[in-house]
């Protein structure tokens, strides 16, 4: 069973920046496709909040969307021959505060996607932004 982790969370000031990384376990999922072949995405969830949409990046890296609130701060990029995508986060707020989790899709990635268009989800790392 192919599983996305992520790493990279931490307690950062607010101005500073953080790298958040999601591997994927394989390269090859369990319904023969690669992971090159999946859009790959970042949401986020603070407490008692819906998780939200930040930003998407498709499958050959050509083209990214971003969340408003995000936009010219965050850079979602991927390496496939690492099966790795990342979310560079810079002069990070404290309205960034969350869980930010991984997600793969075969179909066209973004904020009217239903979650349950998703197939797999990372565990989450928790991002924490302090004043």
Known sequence: QVQLVE????????????????????????????FSSYAMTWFRQAPGKEREFVAA????GGSTYYADSVKGRF???????????????????????AVYYCAATAAWPGPLLPLQEYDYWGQGTQVTVSS
């Open 75 to 97: 850079t979602i990029s991927r390496d496939n021959a690492k099966s790795t995508v990342y979310l560079q986060m810079n002069s990070l707020k404290s309205e960034d505060t």
């Open 7 to 34: 790493s990279g969370g931490g307690l950062v000031q607010a101005g500073g920046s953080l790298r958040l990384s999601c591997a994927a376990s394989t390269h090859t999922f369990s319904n023969g496709r690669t």
């Open 57 to 60: 990046i498709l499958w050959n």
